[in-house]
């Protein structure tokens, strides 16, 4: 078995609730999500597949898998051990009304809202590997349901990462978030809830006030706080520190009080320049962890693009948007099969190689790969007991990669 898949068993094995069938069974329907050139569905499976038929398909996709700790063990013994953990919520298509959760969501592709689901992604980016690794999805709920059950949005996406915190926070203090997270109930919730420090970014109108580090008033009275509000399109530079600055990026850092949070932040102000080192925009990234450095604080929040290949690899490749269920607990199941099989393809192909050897990842090309060893594997099940034949032979090897892309 092959190096990456079989650390894997090894991690299935150890998890409570599966039981031997059940990991013969995920392990079966990872290697098919991973090999099938049509969609991904229970009939697509259950034709590709020896063992189950549809109907099976349809039985253990209702059962719960604990993604979030399998994939933890997963990662932790495959990455570079430098983490920053990324929550965004991702926008899937899905036709018909009867499905628990449609509605009409937030597509960033599309700029616009469109009629499907929505789906809260929990994803592990590795800093030193620059990639990013799945770790658990959950369904958003429509409109209705969180109405009855008297929860905002902002709610459901606050629990969906609490939900997953113990296997967050053995990886990562930081949680990296868009600028809509940027808001007092979330952060509150979050760091109340967990160990978990917030990296995000604010918009430019952000009401900010300079921390007053004068000498302290005589007398009664309340000691002076705040030294004036910050003008973000014209800030006072005098009061910041330059953390980091090239040819392209200016950063500073300060401590100061957001007004909307309610709290004190690092604030890391990023000027993006020109060749003749004129502003030519800036951003507001920040950061709850005062500590934490502001060049470090960009780095942490411009590393999140990892998660958007990510999605783009499962929707295109491993049947993200392909499931026919109507069922939540089979949607789920679904969607972390589709991203977790993803994490196999990058420690398989990718990982497993020098990092001087490593050329940009083709998901095409392991895709290609394992649906040529279906075929070929297929074959040599079928093929007389005598038959002197090898899978290891050169030339059969060479079958595995027929049609690769040049990378």
Known sequence: MREGLASLVTIVARMPQMHKPRRDFFIHTLGLFLSLRSRVNFLSLARHSHQYVESSFRLHFEQYIDFASMNQAYIQQHGS??????????????????????????????????????????????????????????????????????????????????????????????LAVDAYFAKKEFIERILGQSSLHIISRLRTDANLLYLYQGPKREGKGAPRKYDGKLAVDKPDLSRFELSYQDEQIAIYSAIVYCKFLKRNIRLAYTQFLEEEGKVKSYKLFFSTDLNLPAWMIVKYYRARFQQEFLI?????????????????????????????????????????????QRQSFSMANVKTLHHNRLIIDRLFNILPENTELSKNHPEVIKLYQLGYIAA
């Open 81 to 174: 051990g430098h983490y920053v953990v990324a929550f965004d919520p991702s926008y899937l298509r899905k036709s018909g009304r009867s499905t628990p959760g449609v509605g009409k969501y937030w597509s960033g592709s599309a700029q616009t809202t469109l009629w499907g689901l929505e789906a809260g992604l929990l994803s592990v980016i590795d800093i030193d590997h620059h990639t990013a690794f799945h770790l658990d999805v959950v369904q958003t709920p429509a409109r209705d349901e969180r109405q009855r059950k008297g929860i905002t949005l902002l709610d459901h996406y606050a629990q969906a990462i609490l939900w997953s915190k113990s296997a967050v926070q053995a990886l990562s203090g930081y």
């Open 312 to 356: 783009r690899d499962a929707k295109q490749f491993t049947g993200l948007n392909d499931c026919q269920a109507r069922s939540t607990s089979k949607l789920e199941f679904h969607w972390n099969t589709a991203l977790t099989a993803i994490n196999v393809a990058k420690v398989e192909h990718w990982l497993c190689l020098p990092t001087v």
